[in-house]
């Protein structure tokens, strides 16, 4: 193991990156499995969890931090991937597991909740362990935790970690909903929504529910977070207008309160607390690159973290864990050219120890920045992204990607190292990500803005963006193309659609091509909270949803298309490819280049089919837009 000594507030020459002259890195590179997805520390700081990827599943092993040897491995099985690791005491974890068909795939299904011991001894599945989310682990009582549950009404039981036995503690007159409890294990809050999709905030007074907060899908916020060490006031994401939220510490009674950390662009991210007394040291916020707003920086464990943050230059620094005694932080590095690496950093040493990179494979140094843009759109919106230009290029008049991301409402793209926009900038392309309208992180009002428009206004904000990287000399505006994947697929041809004569040509992924066709095939329909979304985003009529749709709309779409598709995929099923394919050929536009694999889903997870897929996306770009 190689160890690292942390001065802190200083910056390490040794981690500055090497400026090299970019190669043509093979294509598996970039998209083969990274080493782990996932590092959990055990509250004593003895031992460690690791989330592995291993092709179409995602197993576990445990290490002891000391000589990291292994002390327990999991695996569940084909399709079934271990995604989150919760530790309930020293010795004791549950798991959650998920199922996915595809790379892209969020949960397609409740995933599965199990629990076992360190060494693997003790394992149990847990009933309906999906439903459960843990809300508070009760440190003076290891074997009871406090967990809830959303049947008809959201529950909070106690449960006993060894057996999974539970004892009803309270409901709320809810559909869903999120408990809160202050540091003795006391109920003082519930947060969820109603049958139509009303947010509402309930807190507790005695054996009764009061109504503190209430406000439409997509407007005003008023959610608590946790309580502040006096066990009396709370802190509270807090939006009046839908704007991007704040932290506001509130005292119960009167409800009156001040504001002790905001961000004008984005919502809160991340929230690190102290070990000892649960004070909220500092709030983290995704706008541009990663940064921390520290509130107590007085607080001793304030110094430690701020100083492991400027120990990592040109890095974004995520905590990922600290033992109950404030000594072991479980220290998460990485940037744009870097996938990332885990320390552990002792407090009482003074060191951090490396414990494993993601992809060890990759070379910073060939990699490509990720500048974060800001950019006003046609009407006036500030809208927030990012360029990735090649690393051996001078920046100026490139062939441009245009890459929406998925979701649509909910996700956006990050500061973070991305194999398919690394991929395209080392073969010579730039990369633009827009968080148009619509896009998660950036309040309730910029994302419900996006409602109804996903053919229109959210297009139109990725058009402005497109015309932004022309003005400013970053991109060729006669070689641009679009290529995106699920939403992204669909605003790659959308895109077209609403500007046909922009585009050189254009790659949907897994892409939704006819809006009505989503509210008939594909697992979102299937679930009565699938139907409310769907009814809620899209056009409300049916000529709206065939003018937002590619597949209505082939006449305007002239340029080269290059079509991929799983054919197991649930979420996008294989009729949205097909009806977009048929309906391009009957219009003597046939699909220049098509990738159907028959046993992929939503995104390919084998790295054969993906650097076929990958290659060939290349070769099309090259021959449309490409340098020569």
Request: net charge negative; glycine share 8%; hydrophobic share 35%.
């Amino acid at each position: 193991m190689k160890q690292i000594a942390l001065v802190m507030g200083l910056a390490f020459a040794a981690l500055l990156p090497v400026h090299a002259q970019a190669r043509e890195v093979p294509v598996g590179d970039f998209f083969k499995d990274p080493e782990f997805t996932s590092v959990s520390l055990s509250p004593g700081g003895e031992y460690i969890t690791v989330s592995k990827p291993q092709g179409d599943r995602t197993v576990l092993a445990a290490f002891r931090v000391a000589d990291m040897k292994l002390v327990g491995k999991w695996d569940y099985g084909a399709g079934r991937h271990i995604e989150r690791v919760v530790w309930v005491n020293d010795q004791r974890f549950f798991m959650y597991l998920t199922w996915k068909t595809g790379r892209f795939d969020f949960r397609v299904v409740t995933p599965d909740l199990h629990a076992s011991n360190v060494d693997g001894t003790d394992r149990i599945e847990i009933p309906n362990g999906g439903f459960y989310s843990i809300v508070d682990t009760l440190d003076e009582d290891p074997n009871w935790i406090l967990v809830q549950r959303s049947v008809d009404s959201p529950y909070l039981f106690r449960m006993n970690v060894n057996n999974a036995r539970t004892a009803t503690v309270a409901s709320a007159p809810l559909r869903f909903g999120s408990f809160l409890v202050d540091h003795d294990g006391s109920l003082r809050y519930v947060a969820g929504e109603d049958e139509k999709g009303n947010n509402i905030t309930l807190q507790r007074d005695g054996d009764t529910w009061t109504e503190v907060h209430r406000s439409a899908m997509g407007d005003t916020e008023r959610s608590p977070l946790m309580f502040a060490p006096d066990g009396k006031n709370a802190y509270f994401r807090v939006s009046d207008h839908g704007e991007a939220a704040s932290i506001h510490l509130i005292d119960p009674a009167t409800g009156q309160g001040k504001k002790v950390s905001s961000n004008a662009n984005v919502d809160p991210a991340t929230y690190l607390t102290s070990s000892d007394d649960r004070s909220l040291l500092a709030v983290g916020y995704a706008d541009g690159m990663p940064q921390y707003d520290f509130i107590d920086r007085e607080h001793e464990e304030s110094r430690v973290l701020a100083g492991l943050v400027n120990a990592f230059p040109e890095h974004a620094v995520s905590f990922r864990g600290m033992s109950k005694d404030g000594r072991f932080i479980l220290v998460n590095t990485y940037s744009d050219t870097d996938p990332g690496s885990y320390y552990l950093y002792d407090r009482q040493k003074g060191q951090a120890k490396f414990l494993l990179s993601a992809m060890q494979w990759i070379k910073p140094s060939e990699m490509s920045e990720m500048r974060p843009i800001s950019i006003k759109s046609r009407d006036g919106v500030l809208l927030h992204g990012y360029i990735t230009t090649p690393r051996n290029s001078d920046g100026r008049n490139l062939p441009l990607i245009l890459h929406p991301h998925g979701g649509p409402h909910g996700p956006r793209d990050l500061w973070r190292f991305d194999p398919e926009v690394q991929f395209l900038a080392n073969r010579g392309y730039a990369v633009l990500q827009i968080n148009f309208r619509g896009s998660g992180g950036y309040g309730n009002k910029f994302e419900s803005m996006g409602y109804r428009s996903w053919g229109t206004t959210m297009i139109d904000d990725m058009t402005d963006a497109v015309d932004w990287a022309v003005r400013d000399g970053i991109a060729d505006a006669n070689r641009i193309c679009t290529y995106g994947a699920s939403y992204g697929g669909y605003a790659a041809l959308q895109s077209v659609v609403r500007n046909p004569t922009k585009y050189k040509c254009t790659v949907g992924y897994v892409g939704v091509y006819s809006l009505p066709l989503m509210k008939t095939d594909g697992d979102i329909p299937q679930s009565p909270s699938g139907m409310n979304y769907l009814n809620r985003v899209l056009p409300q009529s049916a000529s709206e949803q065939q003018a937002q749709s590619a597949v209505y709309n082939v006449d305007k779409i002239n340029i080269p298309v290059m079509l991929v598709q799983g054919g197991k995929d649930e979420r996008v099923p294989p009729s949205q490819y097909r009806a977009l394919k048929e309906a391009l050929t009957k219009a003597g536009k046939p699909v220049e280049v098509d990738v159907l694999e028959a046993k992929e889903g939503h995104g390919f997870y084998d790295l054969d089919n993906q650097i076929n897929l990958y290659t060939k996306m290349q070769a099309f770009f090259d021959k449309h837009i490409g340098k020569n």
